[in-house]
């Protein structure tokens, strides 16, 4: 049998491989082989979700009702379509319920609308600044675009208030962001904006930003959001300072309410309209210049230190106008005048639309004698050669060049418009000069400006030692004095042979010598500057035309006497519509071209 024999074998070779080299068997152990540790068995964890809640009030110059409003979670300032959304009701009150797994989310809050009308727009006016520090700042979108799609934006830590506030805050924060700026200047920064919104809307900088739909829609609140948004689109693009539109409208909202009032004007018609956008432009570039923003004015249509040089320069010198063009634009004709320092001349002459009437030239008098005036100064109540002290100075605001009547209290005022050529001004301009000047055929500096001056009250003045006195005969009081006393006293060799007397029309005839009318003057009675009665006498005109060119005579009535003055009549050249004078700067010598042109038009047929 075989099988003993196999197994006998098997077991010897295992216990010698169990002994090794060693003679000694007896301590042999036998080590069972480890089975090992079974891997523990893992569970994959379970996602912790979280729920989320904000309800607020949505409000722009009323409540948003309709509005949609949403958590943008990925904070691209768009509601998306994975993004938790409602319906604001119909008082703007909205609530917005959403599960995430980020247990606390950053995110925004944006509203939605459209606008009943495209009205609420604010229009950007993207106006060349020139700034000490030129900046690629955007101009910030309207809350309201052109096509009537509203848009607001707010931070969720403000209770879910959504307007205008908020808008204004998120949009800051985001663009200080943007610039990098380390947290300790955004917190300042932002701290600094909550307080001159606070001023500007005067609200409880507590509250600031808890808006209520009748807050949103008072006049207002809604002049203030107008301002901020026009004046942002004015500056944003040149004037570094991120809250430069709060600081810029705290220093002038005063100013410019005024003006807005003055106006009569809604606001948005007020920032529609060219005059009045420049009144506001130039207390918003004097107060950003003022706080460092800039050191030259915020619109072109603003007066530069250079341009004042150029203009005071020409106007206020010592042998009169230079390199100035008058022109009187009457009803028949139209006349002009220009001096030319280089000759030492000045051109006069006439147009009308069907042709020049008289070109001529002389000398200027620049050597004239002095002649010493005299002027009634009423806060002096007296005749003064020289403004007694103290006296005012003259200043620049704005385009305006303020001072006084020479040796007067009377307030005179230079208003300059800045007018570029070629512009729809310049055109406007050349439409109402006779076409016989022929100025569309020159070319014409860049720059020009238009000169508008105005004398808001009555100046009298008269030559010192050297005026007419008539003596009256004895009255009690002015009223009684007739036009008879008036003639006998002024034309007391011709009284009264040669003379006729209305009292019913107050008119004084004079008579040729074959006692035919020759004269007819006109007497009218009226209140001097001194408060005293004036005498006005006017030579009757035989039609218009002569009229326009007819002085009254003006007679002080003091001491039984008429003293005969010069009154000077408050004016305002912009109101007359016929006056129109021009400057510009000569240094390409333009006055002698225009002068050599209006010479030649006398030999034009």
């Not at 082989?33 to 994959?44: A, M, N, R, Y």
């Not at 939605?112 to 604010?122: E, F, P, S, Y």
């Not at 006779?434 to 030559?463: G, H």
């Amino acid at each position: 049998m075989h099988h003993k024999s196999i197994l006998a074998i098997l077991i010897s070779g295992a216990l010698l491989v169990g002994c090794g080299s060693s003679d000694d068997d007896s301590n042999t152990e036998i080590t069972q082989p480890d089975s090992g540790t079974p891997p523990p068995i893992t569970t994959p964890p379970v996602a912790s979700e979280y729920t989320h809640r904000v309800t607020g009030l949505a409000v722009y110059q009323g409540a948003l009702s309709g509005a949609t409003v949403c958590a943008d979670l990925n904070q691209n300032l768009a509601c998306d379509s994975d993004e938790p959304f409602t319906i604001t009701d119909i008082d703007g009150n909205y609530q917005i319920d959403w599960k995430s797994e980020v247990e606390t989310p950053d995110y925004y809050l944006v509203a939605n609308w459209q606008a009943a009308t495209a009205t609420q727009a604010i229009q950007a006016r993207s106006l060349a600044l020139k700034v000490k520090n030129p900046t690629t700042r955007s101009a910030p979108r309207s809350i309201v675009s052109d096509a009537g799609k509203g848009t607001l934006i707010a931070s969720p830590q403000y209770n879910g208030a959504i307007n205008n506030l908020t808008h204004i805050k998120l949009s800051r924060v985001i663009e200080m962001k943007s610039q990098s700026l380390s947290n300790s200047d955004i917190s300042q920064l932002s701290a600094e904006l909550d307080t001159l919104l606070a001023i500007l809307y005067q609200l409880d900088a507590d509250t600031l930003y808890s808006i209520s739909a009748e807050t949103s829609a008072s006049a207002n609140f809604m002049r203030i959001d107008y301002a901020i948004a026009y004046l942002q689109q004015v500056i944003a693009t040149q004037i570094p300072n991120l809250i430069a539109a709060e600081k810029i409208l705290a220093a002038t909202y005063a100013q410019l309410w005024q003006i807005l009032i003055d106006s009569g004007l809604s606001i948005e018609e007020f920032f529609s309209d060219d005059i009045f956008t420049l009144a506001a432009n130039i207390l918003f570039s004097d107060s950003a210049i003022a706080l460092g923003f800039t050191e030259l004015p915020i619109d072109s249509r603003i007066l530069s230190q250079n341009d004042w040089d150029v203009v005071l320069g020409n106007i206020i010198n010592d042998s009169g106008f230079a390199n100035t063009l008058s022109l009187a634009l009457l009803s028949q004709f139209s006349t002009f005048s220009l001096d030319n320092d280089e000759t030492g001349k000045t051109v006069i002459g006439s147009a009308s639309i069907e042709g020049i009437g008289y070109v001529t030239e002389f000398p200027k008098d620049i050597d004239e004698q002095e002649i010493e005036i005299e002027c009634w100064n009423t806060t002096h109540n007296g005749w003064y050669t020289i403004a007694p002290l103290p006296t005012t100075e003259p200043f620049i605001e704005g385009n305006s060049y303020k001072t006084v009547y020479e040796s007067t209290d009377v307030n005179v005022t230079i208003n300059v418009e800045k007018i570029l050529t070629p512009s729809d001004s310049w055109s406007s301009i050349l439409n109402i000069i006779p076409d016989s000047l022929k100025f569309n055929t020159l070319n014409w500096p860049q720059t020009l400006y238009s000169i508008n001056v105005s004398q808001e009250a009555d100046v009298m003045c008269r030559e010192v030692n050297n005026y007419e006195i008539y003596d009256l005969p004895d009255y009690e009081t002015a009223d009684m004095i007739t036009v008879d006393d008036i003639a006998r006293a002024q034309f007391d060799s011709l009284y009264p042979e040669f003379i006729i007397v209305d009292e019913q029309q107050s008119k004084i005839t004079l008579l040729d010598i074959n006692l035919q009318p020759e004269t007819t003057f006109t007497v009218e009675r009226s209140i001097s500057p001194s408060n005293q009665p004036l005498i006005i006498t006017t030579e009757d005109a035989i039609n218009d035309k002569v009229a326009e060119h007819i002085l009254p005579t003006y007679y002080l009535v003091a001491d039984q006497q008429l003293i005969e003055v010069n009154l000077n009549k408050a004016f305002d050249t912009k109101d007359a519509n016929n006056q129109l004078m021009m400057t510009y700067d000569n240094s390409e010598r333009f006055t002698q071209i225009l002068y050599n042109h209006l010479l030649s038009l006398k030999t034009t047929p």
